[in-house]
């Protein structure tokens, strides 16, 4: 688990379990179940990624913000604040949306 606090942020709710063979309990397989996640935890990202002898296996995703003459990496928990909340904002609006329709319905003369 310590692994997937590395790797992944937010860290989500994850079994890892060691499956032993019958034959032989030093060898086995792991099995891992990732249940449904907490929307409020979402959205989430890899942090890290494998390198094979100078060959890239994986891809990162950085945030970089330019500040004066420097640049400067924005950490992955902030980028993550950043669209949750973008995603409560869209939340406000669709429910301020379907206030402003209720209003305006409520207003409009009766037409019999």
């Not at 891809?59 to 640049?71: E, K, S, W």
């Not at 950490?75 to 939340?91: F, N, Y």
Request: hydrophobic letters at 40%.
């Amino acid at each position: 688990m310590h692994i997937v606090g590395e790797w992944v942020y937010p860290v989500p709710d994850i079994d890892i379990r060691w499956y032993s063979a019958a034959s032989d309990p030093a060898r086995g397989i792991i099995g891992v179940r990732i249940p449904n996640q907490n929307d409020e935890l979402r959205p989430f990202f890899v942090k890290k990624y494998f390198e094979e002898a100078g060959n890239r296996l994986g891809t990162a995703i950085c945030l970089v913000r330019r500040l004066g003459a420097t640049t400067k990496e924005t950490p992955v928990h902030e980028l993550h604040t950043l669209l949750r909340e973008g995603r409560r904002i869209d939340l406000i609006h669709q429910k301020l949306d379907a206030i402003i329709a209720k209003i305006e319905a409520d207003a409009s003369p009766i037409q019999k």
